[in-house]
T-cell receptor, first 116, second 114 residues
Framework: GENVEQHPSTLSVQEGDSAVIKCTYS??????FPWYKQELGKRPQLIID?????GEKKDQRIAVTLNKTAKHFSLHITETQPEDSAVYFC???????????????FGTGTLLAVQP | DGGITQSPKYLFRKEGQNVTLSCEQN?????MYWYRQDPGQGLRLIYY???????QKGDIAEGYSVSREKKESFPLTVTSAQKNPTAFYLC?????????????FGPGTRLLVL
């Protein structure tokens, strides 16, 4: 089945710097890759997603890149602010029969701390 | 996200007791999901349902049961067979818009064992 690995597990940056979180997946048929932000004690919130037919997607300070050949995708946050501090999760939807269920396989999360 | 509600916010379970977590959505979503979140382990899928009266086991279904009698409701029962139930439980539902498979989460229920 699909397996998603996420790195780093913790990331500390200075306000205004960029942050990059990377994920790799095992199922080459995976076709949908969302990123969620979870603040302490709250629900995960979708912040950006990308499909397998697109290499990059950007939304203001947030961008996601996808390399299907290498089976990895990354979240890029520019000009970080203290309110960006949270746990970020990547996920992948398996293709094939698994894709029919639209299950999401999550990475283990990255705790991002933005120092003022 | 406001269309998905979970109750209660906190739940305490005694040894040998079954407890039921509620998940309701008014978004007219067909698919619903239950995840368990433990520190440092991300979200793991317990059960999911793509349509009323149908559901499938996820990766960690042992000790849990679900029902899907109505489209808007997908309750999760944590049975006494689940020996380590302390966790944050998240319900999600899915909208399909074209090719998008976005899942939206409820606010969660934190289950603690007395």
């Amino acid at each position: 089945g699909e397996n998603v690995e996420q790195h780093p597990s913790t990331l500390s940056v200075q306000e205004g710097d960029s942050a990059v979180i990377k994920c790799t997946y095992s199922d080459s048929a995976s076709n949908y890759f969302p990123w969620y932000k979870q603040e302490l004690g709250k629900r995960p919130q979708l912040i950006i997603d990308i499909r397998s037919n697109v290499g990059e997607k950007k939304d203001q300070r947030i961008a996601v890149t996808l390399n299907k050949t290498a089976k990895h995708f990354s979240l890029h946050i520019t000009e970080t602010q203290p309110e960006d501090s949270a746990v970020y999760f990547c996920a992948a939807t398996p293709g094939g029969h698994g894709g029919a269920t639209n299950k999401l396989i999550f990475g283990t999360g990255t705790l991002l701390a933005v120092q003022p | 996200d406001g269309g998905i509600t979970q109750s209660p916010k906190y739940l305490f379970r005694k040894e040998g007791q079954n407890v039921t977590l509620s998940c309701e959505q008014n978004l007219n979503h067909d698919a619903m999901y239950w995840y368990r979140q433990d520190p440092g382990q991300g979200l793991r899928l317990i059960y999911y349902s793509q349509i009323v009266n149908d559901f499938q086991k996820g990766d960690i279904a042992e000790g849990y049961s679900v029902s899907r009698e109505k489209k808007e409701s997908f309750p999760l029962t944590v049975t006494s067979a689940q020996k380590n139930p302390t966790a944050f439980y998240l319900c999600a539902s899915r909208v399909t818009s074209g090719k998008v498979e976005t899942q939206y989460f409820g606010p969660g229920t934190r289950l603690l064992v007395l």
